[in-house]
């Protein structure tokens, strides 16, 4: 069975300093990882992916992930955020047993402040 | 392109009231999903498709029905509305059920039960 915890529920950083957002998972297999973005009143949005290429993974908007297998980890950072990051974000995780079914952590909201 | 459309985007139904929750893809994809979300939480998968004429069920399918008649159309059914049905359902597709492919969500709809 795959599972996912998002370390934070809530996350509040100045604009410009950088942002972490912290995602371990369980997954029997080798998992395929992603976080999406959600503004508020509106839908899912893919900032990025791992599907065991490189363990660093670059996504939109500047976003970063990387994989870490032996901490079961997959954090994802910005070095320098922006008012328009503020929205909730979630860590997913799929793998080929569970027939890409996704399993969502409870999310992060990520707060800016000017 | 208009990805995964979903209507309607807001609904307030009666207690034992019925509704059809509507979903559409345009890019042929094979996979698709309906997700419900409740307030402060990840997704949680209600029923899955992988192909016209096949369905499965997801981690919470109990009040809900679907049927899948063609590639492009994935209809989630309430037959006796409760209030514990009260979320936001997300409508999702994607290319293939083999791991790395991400998912298209559709805009969302907001149901209410009163």
């Known amino acids: 069975a795959q599972s996912v915890t998002q370390l934070d529920s809530h996350v509040s950083v100045s604009e410009g300093t950088p942002v972490l957002l912290r995602c371990n998972y369980s997954s029997s297999y080798s998992p395929s990882l992603f976080w999406y973005v959600q503004h508020p009143n509106k839908g899912l949005q893919l900032l990025l992916k791992?599907?065991?290429?490189?363990?660093l993974v670059k996504g939109i908007n500047g976003f970063e992930a990387e994989f870490k297998k032996s901490e079961t980890s997959f954090h994802l950072t910005k070095p320098s955020a922006h008012m328009s990051d503020a929205a909730e974000y979630f860590c997913v995780v799929s793998d080929w047993n569970a027939g890409n079914m996704l399993t969502f952590g409870g999310g992060t909201r990520l707060m800016v402040k000017p | 392109n208009a990805g995964v459309t979903q209507t309607p985007k807001f609904r307030i139904l009666k207690i034992g009231q019925s509704m059809t929750l509507q979903c559409t893809q345009d890019m042929n994809h094979n996979y698709m999903y309906w997700y419900r979300q409740d307030p402060g939480m990840g997704l949680k998968l209600i029923y899955y498709s992988v192909g016209a004429g096949i369905t499965d069920k997801g981690e919470v399918p109990n009040g809900y029905n679907v049927s899948r008649s063609t590639t492009e159309d994935f209809p989630l059914r309430l037959e006796l509305a409760a209030p514990s049905q009260t979320s936001v359902y997300f409508c999702?597709?994607?290319?293939?059920?083999?791991?790395?492919?991400?998912?298209?969500f559709g805009s969302g709809t907001r149901l209410t039960v009163v």
């Open positions: 999702a597709s994607s290319y293939s059920g083999q791991t790395g492919y991400g998912y298209t």
């Open positions: 791992y599907t065991s290429a490189a363990t």
